[in-house]
């Protein structure tokens, strides 16, 4: 299977990186996760996604805030999908890392997802990697059943409680 990168501008991003591992994990989808900056580590980060493709890599996963140039930048340099995850800042609560993830010129795509959405920017990878795998789209069937199962069952308690 198509390993699923995951780059992020910083260490304090760390917090919604987790939300993606956990269901790659979950799904036993392989993954490799880096700290490299669009702004710090320019040359590392371009790199890594000149040479995504080669390396085995099926999609990458951004995460970024503020000035949130990362997905760009990766995508610039790469036709693998990358999928943008806004993380929160300390001013605008992550619109403004949403605007620069989400903005991007014709001809270079990013998939953004929203504000500190690490589970779905990981979904949205395995989705992808699904289309030619078939026992990956399977498991993700399952989960969506046991997503809405739980839904059921909050549903239930919840009708009974009030
Ligand atoms: C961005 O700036 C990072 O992705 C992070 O969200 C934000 C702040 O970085 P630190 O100053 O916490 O390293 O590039």
Same mark, same amino acid.
């Given at each position: ?13 760390? $917090?919604? /990186? %987790?939300?993606?591992?956990? %269901? !790659?994990?979950?799904?036993?989808? $392989? ?8 702004? @710090?580590?320019?040359? %590392? ?7 995504? @493709?080669?390396? =085995?890599?099926?999609?990458? /996963? ?7 140039? !990362?997905?760009?930048? /990766?995508?610039? &340099?790469?036709?693998? #999908?990358?999928?943008?995850? #806004?993380?929160?800042? $300390?001013? !605008? ?15 270079? $795509? ?5 504000? =500190?959405?690490?589970? &779905? ?5 395995a989705q992808i990697l699904a ?19 739980? +839904?059921?069952?909050?549903? @239930?308690? +919840?009708?009974?409680? !009030?």
């Amino acid at each position: 299977m198509k390993k699923v990168g995951i780059i992020m501008g910083s260490d304090s991003d760390l $917090p919604v /990186i %987790q939300k993606a591992v956990d %269901q !790659l994990k979950a799904l036993e989808i $392989p993954f490799e996760v880096h700290i490299y900056s669009a702004h @710090r580590t320019p040359e %590392q980060a371009r790199d890594f996604a000149l040479c995504a @493709r080669e390396n =085995g890599f099926g999609a990458i /996963i951004c995460a970024a805030g503020m000035a949130a140039h !990362l997905a760009g930048a /990766i995508a610039a &340099n790469t036709t693998l #999908p990358v999928v943008g995850i #806004p993380c929160k800042g $300390p001013l !605008l609560d992550g619109l403004d890392a949403l605007l620069s993830t989400v903005q991007m010129p014709t001809g270079i $795509p990013v998939a953004t997802v929203a504000v =500190g959405g690490g589970a &779905n920017a990981a979904l949205l990878c395995a989705q992808i990697l699904a289309v030619e795998d078939a026992a990956l789209a399977a498991k993700l069937d399952e989960k969506r059943k046991t997503d809405a199962a739980a +839904v059921l069952e909050k549903d @239930r308690s +919840v009708s009974e409680r !009030l």
